[in-house]
Nanobody, 122 residues
Framework: QVQLVESGGGPVQAGDSLRLSCTAS????????MGWFRQVSGKEREFVAC????????DYADSVKGRFTISRENAKNTVYLQMNSLQPEDTAVYYC???????????????WGQGTQVTVSS
């Protein structure tokens, strides 16, 4: 079973950029589709972006299209989320997750990281 560790979160100002990373243990990373989700305390976890095993196919939530980019480097067992033009409403804990196939649905993912906090101030 793969284990996931996110990094790269922190406090930023509105309009700034951040790149989140999610590194997986094990040798099966390239078999999995990967997703990024976010959650604000007291609210449901919501889909942000996902990518298929090869990196050829991606999908995004409408709220981040044109601002966020998901990518992966299978040789480094890492998936990234490049976040540009950050806004206060992007403030959340960001989680990466692994799935058998690409999906925006949280229940489709079998392994989750511990999350990394992103705080955007105006």
């Amino acid at each position: 079973q793969v284990q996931l560790v996110e990094s790269g979160g922190g406090p930023v100002q509105a309009g700034d950029s951040l790149r989140l990373s999610c590194t997986a243990s094990g040798r099966t990373f390239s078999r999995y589709a990967m997703g990024w989700f976010r959650q604000v305390s007291g609210k449901e976890r919501e889909f942000v972006a996902c990518i298929n095993w090869s990196g050829v196919s991606t999908d995004y939530a409408d709220s981040v299209k044109g601002r966020f980019t998901i990518s992966r480097e299978n040789a480094k067992n890492t998936v990234y989320l490049q976040m540009n033009s950050l806004q206060p409403e992007d403030t959340a804990v960001y989680y990466c997750a692994a799935a058998g196939s690409m999906t925006p649905l949280t229940w489709g993912y079998h392994t989750w990281g511990q999350g990394t906090q992103v705080t955007v101030s105006s």
